[in-house]
Nanobody, 123 residues
Framework: QVQLVESGGGLVQAGGSLRLSCAASGNIVKIPSMAWYRQAPGKQRQLVATITNSGTTNYADSVEGRFTISRNNTQKTVYLQMNSLKPEDTAVYYC?????????????????WGQGTQVTVSS
């Protein structure tokens, strides 16, 4: 069973920084893509940033230049460094990954979510 566990959320003042982490566990063969999403109260979940296994990244316009996504393939972990935080960045942040895992001699491809971590930016 694949699991994603996030950490690093919290309360920070506007202009501050936070670093989120998400560790994947299970019988993982490969993680082609990892991403961070966020969901503010009363709003739809939105994509924040993505990173492929080879390190190609993509960002939402609203965080470009302030947030940096990175990953450690050996540790099966993805990070989100968030700088120059704004009150509008307040949301629950979710880790997401496309995972190829193995059970015996069979491979399975699935999309998984973490439980979410709260980020609150005060003005």
């Amino acid at each position: 069973q694949v699991q994603l566990v996030e950490s690093g959320g919290g309360l920070v003042q506007a202009g501050g920084s936070l670093r989120l982490s998400c560790a994947a566990s299970g019988n993982i063969v490969k993680i082609p893509s990892m991403a961070w999403y966020r969901q503010a109260p009363g709003k739809q979940r939105q994509l924040v940033a993505t990173i492929t296994n080879s390190g190609t990244t993509n960002y939402a316009d609203s965080v470009e230049g302030r947030f940096t996504i990175s990953r450690n393939n050996t540790q099966k972990t993805v990070y989100l460094q968030m700088n120059s935080l704004k009150p509008e960045d307040t949301a629950v942040y979710y880790c997401n990954a496309d995972v190829i895992d193995a059970t015996g001699s069979r491979y399975f491809t699935g999309n998984y979510w973490g439980q979410g971590t709260q980020v609150t930016v005060s003005s």
